[in-house]
């Protein structure tokens, strides 16, 4: 796990709740209303926070191995984004392709990449993002498509030419919506991924440990729950919440090995991994998965 995503936003909380506490004293004396200003300013914190959330890219590097087998069948398929017809499903969804692009862009084999970044395209403008991908853009695209590393970069850039588009646009309601879609998307890829649960307990684990990711965004997702776009979602954002609080963790002692010339770390805090609460977890983000990408028709 790469808990640089994680560290960044508890440092800010504690700068924060501290900086608050302070503020308290201070407001009493100087103005009457002190919890408009702590609303500001939890706001803009969390606004922070999603500048440090991975990309549906990073969250699936982190947990595929090296040589992990793509089924492009598990994507949503491009032909259904026609189907989606409101803001809000149109949003979602397109965190779903993004997130399918960089999936996808794992095989080796030619597959319809192309065809997920008209999509991708397609949708940016239904909810009024523009210049997301220019004619030269598009033909990097196609001159990389045999490439995987650059098409997994691209995707990335992608993701967030999007944060920065919104934000400077004060839309972060709109990648509230889209990031829903990017990582539930991205955690159904990934269950997906285990057909033999003895052979993917360490994936498993990484899926596990997403957690922190998603709670993080959670905490963001929640000062947008007013707007009647993301109130439609929440529902959702609840169910995952719950499927991933549901894990249990244990403590185990924390020992530094020597590999080399390569420290690896182990112990701390462990997610338990056992075939029942993989079953609930997967079950839970298919059902999730499913009704993001239903039909509007």
């Known amino acids: 796990m790469q808990y640089s995503y994680i560290l960044v936003p508890v440092l800010v909380f504690i700068l924060l709740f501290s900086g608050c506490n302070s503020c308290?004293?201070?407001?009493?004396?100087?103005?009457?209303?002190?919890?408009?200003?702590?609303?500001?300013?939890?706001?803009?914190?969390?606004?922070?926070?999603?500048?440090?959330?991975?990309?549906p890219n990073e969250i699936l590097a982190e947990i595929?191995?090296?040589?992990?087998?793509?089924?492009?069948?598990?994507?949503n398929p491009h032909t259904n984004a026609k189907n989606y017809l409101d803001t809000r499903s149109q949003a979602v969804n397109l965190g779903v392709y993004i997130a399918d692009f960089a999936y996808l862009s794992y095989s080796s084999e030619n597959t319809t990449e192309l065809e997920y970044l008209k999509v991708i395209k397609k949708l940016s403008e239904e909810v009024n993002i523009y210049g997301l991908?220019?004619?030269?853009?598009?033909?990097?695209?196609?001159?990389?498509?045999?490439?995987?590393?650059s098409l997994n970069k691209i995707s990335q850039e992608l993701y967030y030419k999007i944060s920065n588009n919104l934000e400077n646009s004060n839309r972060e309601n709109i990648f509230t919506l889209i990031s829903t879609g990017a990582i539930v998307e991205s955690l159904y890829l990934s269950v997906m991924l285990v057909d033999d649960f003895d052979d993917y307990k360490e994936i498993i684990e990484k899926m596990y440990e997403q957690k922190f990711v998603f709670d993080n965004f959670y905490e963001y997702a929640q000062v947008y729950t007013?707007?009647?776009?993301?109130?439609?979602?929440?529902?959702?954002?609840?169910?995952?919440?719950?499927?991933f609080d549901q894990i249990k963790q244990e403590e185990k002692e924390q020992k530094v090995i020597k590999e080399g010339k390569t420290l690896r770390f182990t112990g701390g805090t462990q997610f338990v991994v056992n075939n029942e609460n993989f079953d609930r977890f997967k079950t839970n983000i298919i059902s999730i998965r499913d009704e993001i990408i239903k039909s509007n028709n």
């Open 64 to 75: 595929f191995m090296d040589e992990v087998k793509i089924n492009p069948s598990f994507v």
């Open 24 to 55: 308290k004293k201070e407001k009493k004396e100087t103005s009457e209303k002190p919890e408009a200003t702590e609303t500001i300013l939890i706001k803009d914190t969390l606004n922070e926070v999603i500048y440090v959330l991975p990309s």
């Open 133 to 149: 991908m220019e004619n030269k853009t598009m033909e990097r695209i196609q001159n990389n498509l045999t490439e995987k590393d």
């Open 226 to 243: 007013d707007d009647p776009y993301v109130k439609l979602i929440i529902d959702q954002l609840e169910v995952l919440k719950q499927t």
